[in-house]
């Protein structure tokens, strides 16, 4: 058996004990009823998740993804493709977005090349960066598939081996991406499943002007035509319309859920990949936080699938895994809620009037 069918098989809902227990203490902290709102929902579904009244959320990583497009080839992104790889190095160097905003958040970050094109070179395998490529990058998928259907297997199943290899270290995950032109096989992937006409789940992605978003949505709806995704099926999604990194993330969220640990989903990409998981395995979504809601048109339909509120509205979309770390103190805050406020009667303070 697949690795990706005994992770799924070891994926299952929160514990409902855990969450009314959760529930019941909530219920009696000093202040008003349900007073500090979606803070007390979160602590919920910490507990469900994590099977404990003290949600373990202190060992932080952040798992970047890296990968190439042959689609970049259409013209869809204002940046050549040697930025992915370059940015890589910049990761690793600490001089990228998501490590300042890890620092807020004290989070370990991990690049992992899922297929970056340009071969990254002197780095070894350490504990900030992991060498899984599926190949160099995706084929053009407005010619036909982006990958075989076996590699769409192998990069969620590199995903479920980076979160199970990981799991022993980390309490609180968070997903990230790289890969320039990325948004394109994004927003294919939300239309294939939402069925949300291609216009209105396509955004600027690195900031191309009016022209080029038009072209990008042409592309973008020739890549539908050609590849004819079928949404009832994840694998062929994410074969003929998706990107290695994206199966990574997917796999990462499976292998998450399949430990009972929380995992925080970044922006559209990063979500992107929890809608593969999700198709694969809906009860995956019990185990997802969506950090925050990009810009990015496609973002707030692919979270109303996932039927996700996102923690976080920053005007955010830079991707790399930022939204998500920059949401990590809202889920510690979360666990001291439940954690640290007193009941009414631990304090001796008088309960409202009935």
């Known amino acids: 058996m697949k690795l990706l069918d005994t992770t799924m098989l070891k994926i299952v809902p929160q514990d409902a004990a855990y969450r009314k227990e959760a529930r019941e203490r909530l219920d009696q902290l000093t202040m008003p009823y349900w007073a500090l709102g979606r803070l007390m929902d979160l602590a919920i579904d910490l507990a469900g998740m994590t099977r404990s009244m ?88 407005a010619k036909g598939p982006a990958m075989s259907r076996d590699d769409a297997i192998r990069s969620i199943e590199t995903g479920i081996e980076i979160a199970l290899e990981l799991g022993p270290s980390f309490d609180l995950f968070a997903t990230g991406d790289m890969g320039i032109g990325n948004t394109t096989p994004s927003s294919a992937i939300i239309a294939s499943f939402t069925g949300v006409p291609v216009a209105e789940v396509t955004g600027r992605g690195t900031g191309i002007d009016e022209k080029q978003f038009e072209h990008k949505v042409s592309v973008i709806e020739r890549i539908l035509r050609v590849n004819r995704p079928a949404p009832g099926d994840a694998l062929d999604v994410l074969s003929k319309v998706g990107g290695f990194e994206i199966g990574g993330i997917a796999g990462l969220v499976l292998g998450v859920a399949s430990l009972q640990k929380p995992v925080l989903v970044d922006g559209l990409i990063s979500t992107a990949g929890a809608m593969i998981a999700n198709a694969l395995c809906p009860v995956a979504n019990d185990y997802l936080i969506a950090g925050h809601r990009s810009v990015e048109r496609g973002h707030g339909v692919a979270l109303r ?28 805050a979360s666990v001291r809620i439940l954690t640290e406020m007193a009941t009414f009667e631990e304090a001796a303070v008088s309960t409202a009037d009935k």
């Open 54 to 141: 003290s949600p373990p959320v202190e060992r932080r990583i952040v798992i970047t993804m890296a990968a190439d497009h042959g689609v970049v080839a259409e013209g869809v992104s204002k940046y050549p493709q040697e930025v992915t790889a370059q940015m890589v190095y910049n990761f690793l160097r600490g001089g990228a977005g998501i490590n300042a905003c890890a620092k807020v958040s004290s989070a370990d970050v991990l690049v992992v090349n899922m297929g970056v094109a340009t071969e990254i070179t002197g780095v070894p395998e350490r504990e900030r960066y992991r060498s899984r490529p599926i190949g160099p990058g995706t084929a053009n998928m």
């Open 305 to 332: 699938h996932l039927n996700k509120m996102p923690l976080l509205d920053l005007d955010l979309r830079l991707g790399e895994g930022t939204g998500a770390v920059l949401a990590m103190p809202l889920v510690e």
